[in-house]
């Protein structure tokens, strides 16, 4: 199969009119080979250093789709069932009547938990001993904000949070010990926060005014009663972000703290790297990380309906999205990814021999901008 690398790049260079200012980074692999990996512009808005290769950007919610990754690893060792009770690994979960609810429906946003009493405050929701223990119990009592199952409602940063336990009592490790052992293996770099001595490496990101189409929330729910609660408590659960949440994402308090669904730092060539390296497992090659069955298992659509707090329809498997109307980030049925917010996404398309990662540093603020759909236009035209 032959790659119009250079088609591609035209298109990529002319996404970035809408944000002049910043840079971008796409990295594309076809079977598991990579056929582009560019980056354009600027990464540090005040300073005007060049956005390259090993330029790390926070990558918002994409962090999911590595969540899913891990969920895949614990699943093809048989650590983790995703169709049992979460309360069978962590018994404490199972208070405030979530004694029923399955470890795919955490995983996928339908367990109704999608925020926490109180907020996490990024001061208090670091990686330490002293935060993670309290953090465990505070989860593991929240009560849920719907009968799980009877609702899509998709938990932006609490979700990798409650990962994060699960598979630590699955498998005797946290989440940041699963990355590291994934990251090692297959050659990428990720990290959950930001740690101190990369921080000069780091892109910083603002919103693209040109391409501003804001999300709308709907006034109500019908069939949610307590819909304006659960948005005002999901809206404010990190309080830092609600007076400026690009002040936020670009400041030293989330660079420290753990969300693994919503504040990894990571770069396009390593995002599209490992989904490149799962595309490859299912497509037939050995690995120590994934077995064919158990990514079948989590990239499978688990759940498709219109989401209840966001009014748009949203296909999820274990942790990662299924393209669609909202998210058209592959154009194949077993494609799998996450997008992030400001119009970033990962993907790979089994059926294409496809994985890439596009990582712009504007952000649009809605869900799927133009410039992805430029994107996955562009990548699967040059396939040939």
Known sequence: MTFDVERVKEVAVAQLEFDPGGGAALSVFVDGQPVLD??????DRERGTAYVGSTLQIIQSMGKGVVGAVAAMLVSRGQLDVDAPVASYWPEFAQSGKGEIMVAQLL????????????????????????????????????????AGAHLGYSPQVSGNYADFVFEHAS??????????????????????????????????????DLESPVIMPGENPDLPNYSEIIQKLVHNIPETVEDPIGACNGAAIRRAHFPAANMFSNARSVAGLYA?????????????????????????????????LAVESPFGVAFQK????????????AFGHGGAG??????????????????????????????????????????
């Open 38 to 43: 560019e980056t354009w512009g600027v990464a």
């Open 172 to 209: 005797g490790r946290s989440y940041s010990e699963l990355l590291t052992e994934l990251t090692a293996t297959v050659g990428l770099e990720m990290y959950v926060g930001l740690p101190e001595e990369q921080t000069s490496r780091a892109a910083t990101v603002a919103i693209t005014t």
């Open 323 to 334: 393209p669609g109307p909202t998210y058209p980030f592959a154009k194949g049925r077993n």
């Open 343 to 384: 119009g970033s996404f990962s993907m790979a398309d089994p059926d294409m021999g496809l994985a890439l990662c596009w990582l712009p540093s504007g952000y649009c603020v809605d869900h799927f901008d133009r410039r992805g759909v430029a994107i996955v236009d562009a990548v699967y035209a040059a396939l040939d």
């Open 108 to 147: 996928s946003h339908q367990a109704g938990l999608a925020y926490l009493d109180g907020g996490m405050p990024l001061a208090t929701t670091t990686n330490s001993a002293n935060d993670r223990e309290e953090l465990g119990h505070r989860l593991a009592a929240q009560a849920p904000a719907w009968r």
């Open 277 to 309: 390296a799962m595309e490859r497992v299912l497509a037939g090659e050995d690995s120590s990380l994934w077995s064919r069955k158990g990514l079948q298992i989590a990239t499978t659509e688990r759940v498709r309906s219109v989401d209840s707090l």
